[in-house]
């Protein structure tokens, strides 16, 4: 199985910051790779597909880059609303998410 | 627009089983994979399998396999999940998603509790 590893597990920033999330994988997963935003309650939403395409209504403070085992989401400038935790997820062989980074404002 | 409902919360006792619903709306049910995921309190999320409600074909993660029994009724539009001889370690919130393909997932209903408890 293809493990994934998120860093940090908690990121404490403030309003207007550039953020930047890791997801890591245990072995090449190429560009197959997406990311979710889970508010507390509620369930994940989609953010990023294929490691750095957008999702239809997703603001464009929201990016995602890299490929084969190294990855990043980055959020541009932080709002209050992008309190969350965010999962990264491969789909290159079975379906496994990484253990999440818990996001929070300073 | 794209939605999915799920049935509502579940307290079931141990050894038995339960069988959680997902109807499906503006979208054409048949042509996309429906995923079902797990996430155990506080923790992260694991993917359990997904059914084709065209054909009802199906995969399951080896570790749900004999565990989740997915099926579809098109007529209703409408996925199921039954979790059989259940245990504390099922107590979850278990959600139902929409899927690219067998990918990633788009849109995802809002999660059915499930609590296992004498």
């Known amino acids: 199985d293809i493990q994934m590893t998120q860093s940090p597990s908690l990121l404490s920033a403030s309003v207007g910051d550039r953020v930047t999330l890791n997801c890591k994988a245990s072995?090449?997963?190429?560009?197959?790779l997406a990311w979710y935003q889970q508010k507390l309650g509620e369930a994940p939403k989609l953010l990023i597909y294929?490691?750095?395409s957008l999702q239809t209504g997703i603001p464009s403070r929201f990016s995602g880059s890299g490929s084969g085992t190294d990855f990043t989401l980055t959020i541009s400038s932080l709002q209050p609303e992008d309190v969350a935790t965010y999962f990264c997820?491969?789909?290159?062989?079975?379906?496994?998410f990484g253990s999440g980074t818990k996001l929070e404002i300073k | 627009q794209v939605q999915l409902q799920q049935s509502g919360t579940e307290l079931v006792k141990p050894a038995s089983s339960v069988k959680i619903s997902c109807k499906a709306s503006?979208?054409?049910?048949?042509?996309?994979?429906m995923h079902w995921i797990r996430q155990q309190p506080g923790n992260g999320l694991e993917w359990i399998g997904w059914?084709?409600?065209?054909?009802?074909?199906?995969k399951y993660n080896q570790k749900f396999d004999g565990k989740a029994t997915l099926t579809a009724d098109k007529s209703s539009s409408t996925a199921y999940m039954q979790l059989s001889s259940l245990t504390s370690e099922d107590s979850a919130v278990y959600f139902c998603?929409?899927?690219?393909?067998?990918?990633?997932?788009?849109?995802w209903g809002p999660g059915t509790m499930v609590t296992v408890s004498s």
């Open positions: 998603a929409r899927g690219y393909n067998y990918w990633y997932f788009d849109f």
């Open positions: 503006g979208y054409t049910f048949t042509i996309n994979y």
């Open positions: 059914i084709y409600p065209g054909n009802g074909n199906t």
């Open positions: 072995q090449n997963i190429y560009k197959n």
């Open positions: 294929n490691a750095n």
């Open positions: 997820q491969q789909y290159y062989s079975g379906l496994t």
